[in-house]
């Protein structure tokens, strides 16, 4: 099986710079809270090298798909909850084919936790480029 060729691009800068006061993408005490803007972002185990470690061994392109080269970049959004476990990631942009954004949602959802310290639930959107070996 082919594995993907994963270029994974964060934005960390966002997450070493102060948040701003505007909590515009927060959602009330009332209801789940997941907040954007926190002060202490929280991190993958190991950092960068082993995210990407555990994406390029776990993101597998499918074999039916490999005559059609699929390729191409796509935005996946997925919430870090409060123990760190991660939950609903779904692509939110550059869908390329239904059986690989469904298989790239699943390697995100069963990620190993996130160290979490802010004990909040936090959203994250992450871009992958994908292209066949």
Do not use: H
């Not at 960390?12 to 907040?35: F, G, H, M």
């Not at 803007?37 to 990407?52: A, M, R, S």
């Amino acid at each position: 099986m082919k594995y993907i060729s994963i270029i994974f691009i964060l934005i960390w800068t966002v997450a070493c710079q102060k948040p701003k006061t505007d909590l515009s993408n927060a959602v009330s005490r009332e209801s789940e809270e997941i907040i954007d803007p926190i002060e202490e972002q929280p991190y993958y185990p190991g950092g960068i090298p082993d995210l990407f470690k555990y994406l390029g061994q776990n993101i597998k392109y499918p074999k039916n798909l490999n005559r059609n080269n699929i390729t191409g970049k796509i935005f996946i959004t997925f919430i870090i909850n409060e123990d760190g476990s991660i939950s609903d990631a779904k692509v939110i942009k550059g869908s390329l084919n239904k059986q690989l954004n469904n298989s790239v949602c699943s390697v995100i959802n069963n990620m190993p936790k996130w160290v979490n310290n802010s004990k909040r639930k936090v959203k994250y959107t992450i871009p992958i480029k994908i292209e066949p070996e």
